[in-house]
């Protein structure tokens, strides 16, 4: 059972370039999330979808773009790429919100340099 | 957005030792959750916990809500190098759920 798959694991990006993370899951889960994770600082909600067709921003989505075309998956596209952006990217789907129970991928690392 | 404090940010202990760590708030949850992440992976839920005063044990893990709903704990009985992890609590209301910073703990065998 895959769960929520995230590529890439690595990936260096230089300022100003443009790339998009992918994020799929295989349990058929309504509700999909991006965090980052930054040293000390916890995981920061970037933006979240209740079910395809519907994404809405969290608390740090400046930078970032979402669509949710399928349940499936719930790519997060970073325009001209900054240093601000180095972090570790992890993607999570719940089938309820609130309480619901997370369940998380194995993380991007992105470095933009 | 409820702010969680999570104390302390850092804890490194020998095996064998107990230890508790606390995830704390100004406002009322209306659930908390737990959760461990292992370095290169994401974070896994350890338990959630909804009624004030609520205990959940998990074999040698301990998980309290308080009275109030304001504040949790974890203890850890004979902590093992296998607990080594950052732990994370995400709580909130009706607004949103949150992660607190996470208390980084090492157990040295």
């Known amino acids: 059972n895959a769960g929520v798959t995230q590529t890439p694991k690595f990936r260096i990006l230089k300022i100003g370039q443009s790339m998009t993370l992918q994020c799929t899951q295989d349990?058929?889960?309504?509700?999909m999330y991006w965090y980052r994770q930054d040293p000390g600082m916890g995981l920061k909600l970037i933006y979240y979808?209740?079910?395809?067709?519907?994404?809405d921003k969290g608390e740090v989505p400046n930078g970032y773009n979402v669509s949710r075309s399928t349940t499936e998956d719930f790519p997060l596209r970073l325009e001209l790429a900054a240093p601000s952006q180095t972090s570790v990217y992890f993607c999570?789907?719940?089938?309820?919100?609130?309480?619901?129970?997370?369940?998380f991928g194995e993380g991007s690392r992105l470095t933009v340099l | 957005t409820q702010l969680l404090e999570q104390s302390p940010q850092f804890l490194s202990i020998q095996e064998g030792e107990n230890l508790t760590v606390y995830c704390n708030s100004s406002?009322?949850?209306?659930?908390l959750q737990w959760y461990r992440q292992e370095p290169g992976e994401g974070p896994v839920l350890l338990v959630t916990?909804?009624?004030?005063?609520e205990v959940k044990k998990l074999k040698r893990l301990t998980f309290q809500f308080g009275d109030a709903r304001k504040d949790s704990s974890l203890h850890i009985t004979a902590a093992q190098p296998g607990d080594t992890g950052l732990y994370l609590c995400?709580?909130?209301?009706?607004?949103?759920?949150?992660f607190g910073k996470g208390t980084h703990l090492i157990i040295q065998p």
């Open positions: 999570a789907s719940s089938k309820r919100r609130g309480a619901g129970e997370l369940f």
């Open positions: 349990m058929n889960h309504n509700y």
């Open positions: 995400r709580g909130g209301g009706a607004d949103g759920l949150t």
């Open positions: 979808s209740v079910g395809a067709g519907i994404t």
């Open positions: 406002s009322v949850f209306s659930s």
């Open positions: 916990v909804v009624t004030g005063g």
